[in-house]
C-alpha cells in the first residue's frame, strides 16, 4: 500500500470538486482528485448537460410543428431517439474531453477509482492511500425515491434512466412537479408523450414566486401537460402495459412508465465520514457558511452539504462557487459567504422559469408586507417576445425606496436573462439606476429594462 502526500486531496470529480481542484492548481497547490466514474459529475454525464439537449431536441420538433405560423413549410416526421441521443451524447463528450484535457493540463492527478475517507485527511482507493494537508468532500447526490417505491429502471425510472429511454413513451406520470419533473413533462411532451405530473405541494416549482408557478402551470395546460396538485403517491403496481399510479383518496392513473422526480439525496452512507467524526444529519454533511466540516482542515461542497444545518441549493453553478471558494480560502485569501439568495435559479421548461432573490411571500417575511413594492410587465409589451412567441412576464419585488430584491421571469429563453437580474439583486441596485440604463432593441433583455421602468415611476410599453 502506497501513501501519497498533497497538499489537497478533492474526493469527488464533480461541479464543486473538479472546480476546487482547478483553482487550488492555479493557487500553486498540489492537487489529487478522485472520482469513481468520470469528471464532471452528475451534472455533465447524467444532469444539467444532457437534459438540456433533450430539452432543445424537443424545442426544435415544437418549431417544425409550429413552422407554418411562420409561414415556414415544414414537415414533421416523428422523432429519431437514436438521432437524439447521438447528438447529446455528442455533446456530453465533447465537454468530457475538454474539461478531462483541462484538469490534467493544470497538473492535477486523477485517481480512478471509489474514495473512502480513512482517516481525518486520508482517503483510500484500492490499495492506496492520498493524504492531504486538506480534504475537500464532493462526492454529490443521488436521485430520491420513496418508501415502498422501488426503481426497476424500466417501468419505474429516475432522470438517470430518463435520459436512456431509447424510445418516447406514449404516455408518462411523473412524480414530482420541481425542476427535474417539470423539465422531462416539458421535454417529453415535445416529442410527443402524453405527461401527467403529480405534485404534493400546491403548485408546479413550488420554490419559486407563486406567480412564476401559476404562469407555468397556464403554459402547461395550453401545452396538454396534465398535472395534479395537492396529490400524494400511495403506490404503483404494474400493468400489462406499464404502471398505475393510486394517490391518496383512491385516484388512479396509467401510464406506460413513472418518472420519479422527488428530488436528490446526499451521497454520503459508508463513506467513512462519520467514523472520522464529521457531523452528519439526515444524511447531508453540516458545513459552516466558509464550507468548514466540524472536523479541521476538511471542508465539503455541492449537493452533499448542508451549512449550519439549512437547506441548501443543489446546483452544478453553486457547487463551482462553492469550490473556488474553499480553494481561496485554503490558499488564505480573502474570501466571502456566498448570499444564496443571489444565486440564480432557473427551470428550463417551455416556458423557462428564471429567478434570483426573494419570494414575494419571502421578501414579506423579512422585510414586512407594507415595506415591499412589486411590479409585473408582462412580455406582450416586448417586441422580441412577440417574434418568438412567447408568452410571459418579469416580476420586480423590491424594498420601497430601496434596491430590488427578487426578479423572477417567465418565458421562451429568459434564462438567458437572470444574469443581468443576478448583478441588479447582488450589487443592491436601486429601480431608477436600472431604468436609466439602455437596453437593445429589439431583445427579450428590455423587458428587464422596461419593468424598472414602470418600477421607477416611468413605464414606457405599459398598457393600463
Not at 74 to 88: L, P, Q
Not at 159 to 180: W, Y
Not at 259 to 269: D, F, I, K
Amino acid at each position: 500500500m502506497a501513501d501519497n502526500q498533497s497538499d489537497l486531496v478533492v474526493l469527488g470529480g464533480g461541479s464543486g470538486g473538479y472546480a476546487a481542484a482547478l483553482r487550488a492548481a492555479e493557487l500553486g497547490k498540489s492537487v489529487v482528485l478522485i472520482e469513481k466514474d468520470k469528471v464532471g459529475g452528475t451534472c455533465l454525464h447524467r444532469g444539467c448537460i444532457p437534459t438540456k439537449a433533450l430539452l432543445h431536441a424537443g424545442e426544435i420538433a415544437d418549431q417544425a410543428r409550429e413552422s407554418s405560423f411562420f409561414g415556414v413549410n415544414a414537415t414533421f416526421e416523428g422523432i429519431d431517439m437514436a438521432g437524439v441521443h447521438k447528438y447529446k451524447d455528442g455533446v456530453v463528450s465533447k465537454n468530457h474531453k475538454g474539461l478531462t484535457g483541462l484538469i490534467k493540463s493544470r497538473g492535477i492527478e486523477i485517481v480512478e477509482g471509489e474514495g473512502r475517507l480513512v482517516g481525518p485527511k486520508t482517503v483510500q482507493v484500492g490499495d492506496d492511500t492520498y493524504t492531504g494537508a486538506n480534504v475537500i468532500l464532493a462526492t454529490g447526490s443521488y436521485s430520491r425515491t420513496l418508501p415502498g417505491l422501488d426503481i426497476d429502471g424500466q417501468r419505474v425510472i429516475t432522470s438517470e434512466h430518463g435520459l436512456q429511454l431509447d424510445h418516447v413513451p406514449e404516455t408518462a406520470i411523473v412524480l414530482g412537479g420541481g425542476v427535474i419533473g417539470c423539465e422531462f413533462a416539458s421535454a417529453w411532451t415535445s416529442f410527443g408523450s402524453k405527461v401527467t405530473i403529480v405534485e404534493a405541494l400546491p403548485h408546479l416549482v413550488p420554490l419559486e414566486d407563486e406567480s412564476s408557478s401559476k404562469q407555468l402551470e397556464r403554459a402547461f395546460r395550453r401545452r396538454g401537460i396534465g398535472f395534479k396538485l395537492g396529490a400524494r403517491f400511495e403506490k404503483v403496481e404494474p400493468t400489462d402495459n406499464g404502471v398505475r399510479v393510486t394517490l391518496e383518496g383512491g385516484e388512479t392513473l396509467e401510464a406506460e412508465v413513472l418518472l420519479v422526480a422527488v428530488g436528490r439525496g446526499p451521497v454520503s452512507a459508508n463513506l467513512g465520514y462519520e467514523d472520522q467524526g464529521i457531523r452528519i444529519e439526515r444524511g447531508f454533511v453540516v458545513t459552516d457558511e466558509f464550507l468548514r466540516t466540524s472536523v479541521d482542515g476538511v471542508y465539503a461542497v455541492g449537493d452533499l452539504i448542508s451549512i449550519n444545518s439549512e437547506p441548501h441549493l443543489q446546483l452544478a453553478h453553486v457547487g463551482f462557487a462553492e469550490g473556488i471558494l474553499v480553494a481561496e480560502h485554503i490558499a488564505g485569501l480573502p474570501v466571502v459567504p456566498i448570499d444564496y439568495a443571489g444565486v440564480p435559479r432557473i427551470t428550463y421548461s417551455q416556458p423557462e422559469v428564471a429567478s434570483v432573490g426573494y419570494t414575494e411571500a419571502q421578501a414579506a417575511e423579512k422585510f414586512g408586507a407594507d415595506a415591499i413594492r412589486t411590479v409585473n410587465y408582462d412580455l406582450s409589451g416586448n417586441g422580441r417576445s412577440a417574434i418568438l412567441n412567447t408568452k410571459g412576464a418579469v416580476k420586480l419585488i423590491a424594498q420601497k425606496d430601496g434596491p430590488v430584491v427578487g426578479v423572477h421571469i417567465v418565458g421562451d429563453r429568459v434564462g438567458e436573462l437572470i444574469a443581468e437580474a443576478q448583478l441588479i439583486y447582488n450589487w443592491e441596485a436601486l429601480p431608477g439606476e436600472v431604468a436609466q440604463l439602455i437596453h437593445p432593441h429589439p431583445t427579450q433583455s428590455e423587458a428587464i429594462g422596461e419593468a424598472h421602468l414602470l418600477l421607477a415611476g416611468k413605464p414606457l410599453h405599459v398598457h393600463d
